[in-house]
């Protein structure tokens, strides 16, 4: 099991421009995550999904949205990028409402 | 609010000494309780959770933590700390009512001195 991989890992963006990170997961989980690193202020949610076809909003979730047509694949877009989402971006899946949450490597995004 | 604290956001201790991370949170009622730890460069790992029973919670890696309710706190230690030690490390909380949302802590830095 490759667990949960996330593409790409690296990328820098101009002002305005958009893009798609990919969360795949290979584990059958329902529930999936997308968070973002901070300094100083730990992982804060962004959007989740507790199944397929389902999406919910999380602690930041203004300029970014989300997609979850299959299961084992949970994709963040920034529509219009803006140097505030400058971050590491994390994804996570979970089995079910109880257990652990199993992170991914996470994605460096530089937004100049 | 609901919030979760980690006092210390730097830590340096001596490789072969003792090692206490302090976590404390603020909730309605007592949440599914974790410590994460991340390498640089690299994604979380899960080192321990509490969800209910033994307050003493055994972890990978010789780690173990306490929960003290009465205390709404959650520290993480360590009895001899290893050169690989050295990360960052999570104390992250979730509601049982949730969807399992984990709220995080700032981290707290470890430096492990030779």
């Known amino acids: 099991n490759a667990g949960v991989t996330q593409t790409p890992k690296f990328r820098v963006l101009k002002t305005g421009q958009s893009m798609t990170l990919l969360c795949a997961q290979d584990m059958n989980h329902e529930y999936m995550y997308w968070y973002r690193q901070d300094p100083g202020m730990g992982l804060r949610l962004i959007h989740y999904?507790?199944?397929?076809?389902?999406?919910a909003k999380g602690e930041v979730p203004d300029g970014y949205n989300v997609s979850r047509l299959k299961k084992q694949n949970f994709l963040l877009g920034l529509e219009s990028a803006a140097p505030s989402q400058t971050s590491v971006y994390f994804c996570?899946?979970?089995?079910?409402?109880?257990?652990?949450?199993?992170f991914g490597p996470g994605t460096r995004l530089t937004v100049t | 609010a609901q919030s979760v604290t980690q006092p210390d956001i730097h830590i340096t201790v001596s490789e072969g000494a003792s090692l206490e991370l302090r976590c404390n949170y603020s909730?309605?009622?007592?949440?599914?309780l974790f410590w994460y730890v991340q390498s640089p460069g690299q994604g979380l790992q899960l080192l321990l959770k509490y969800f209910s029973g033994d307050t003493l919670v055994q972890g990978i890696k010789g780690f173990e933590a306490e929960f003290k309710r009465s205390q709404s706190s959650f520290n993480l230690r360590k009895p001899s700390v290893h050169w690989s030690d050295a990360a960052e490390y999570f104390c992250?909380?979730?509601?049982?009512?949730?969807?399992?949302?984990?709220?995080f802590g700032s981290g707290t830095q470890v430096v492990v001195t030779p």
């Open positions: 999904s507790v199944g397929e076809g389902t999406t």
């Open positions: 909730y309605g009622a007592t949440p599914y």
């Open positions: 996570a899946s979970k089995r079910g409402q109880g257990g652990e949450q199993y």
């Open positions: 992250a909380v979730a509601p049982t009512d949730s969807w399992g949302k984990l709220q």
